[in-house]
């Protein structure tokens, strides 16, 4: 893996949908903003319930070809080459129910208990881009997901609960996102950042400073693994409650609102003025000026 022109001394987890990303899916101001961060010893690498097949592609445009936690830690894309053969092996990840198994057990319980819910399996792309904003070929990558199902819930708030607790009873989680509700085994992002992270760190002889950045319920185990975080305010504009003492709240979801946030958090945290410099020049550079 092309770990760039300096040993990182950040590590910055985030989400995508939005965090990093807003309404309008602006990948290519993203991967400026990461690429730009990178030669200042930053490293960042995307933790979301995205596919990989919905970021196998953006993985190219980025410079130094991070590794992606994908389906809200269920998985993980490293770069071709990234991975010797005794990091093939990792004793910390457990291999679980596929996405198939995951919809069969959910076509059961709707069966049996008259849930109500449409699932990724259940929608179309045309659906599921009416939902998300995406356009339809990417509404179709989103739907080959391979370790989680998401699922929008129409019944009521106790049925849910019922789910909830029939999903548990056969050792799966549900956890809540931006948009959808998602089925998975009980893994979430934060224990795959630190997963990652580890292996990160054996690779390069160092270990960076965790930050994190998310907007949502399925953030929380991943920012609470960080030195710092940044909020980002949900569709109702409110933000997730966390008790972390270096936490920034963004003004809105995006790149540009992205990079400023996290140089707030760099500056809190005074890791390197350089990194702080860095931030500042990119973002004149998207404004134009
Ligand atoms: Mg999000």
Known sequence: MNSGCLSPEVVIFTDLDGTLLDQRYDYESAAYMLNALRTRGIYSIPATSKTAAE??????????????IIENGAGVVW?????????DVDPDFKTGKNY???CNILAQLRIEFGFDFRSFDDMTPCEI????????????????????????????PAQLNDLRAQLEHRGLTLVRGGRFWHVMEPINKGQTALRVHRRLCRMWGNTPVILACGDSENDLPLLQ????AVLFPKPDGQFLSI???SVVYARSAGALAWLEAVNQLLHTLELNPQIAACGAQAVSVEKGV
């Not at 770069?79 to 990091?87: F, R, T």
């Not at 881009?129 to 019944?155: C, F, I, M, N």
Request: aromatic fraction near 4%.
């Open 79 to 87: 770069p071709e080459g990234a991975l010797s053969e005794e990091d």
């Open 225 to 228: 693994v960080a030195r710092g």
């Open 55 to 68: 970021l196998i592609h953006w993985q190219d445009s980025l410079t130094f070809k991070p590794p992606m």
């Open 100 to 102: 198939a198994q995951l």
């Open 243 to 245: 008790t972390q003492q």
């Open 129 to 156: 881009s009416q939902a998300t904003g995406l356009d339809r070929h990417a509404a179709s990558l989103a739907k080959q997901r391979t370790a989680s199902v998401p699922l929008s819930w129409a019944g009521a």
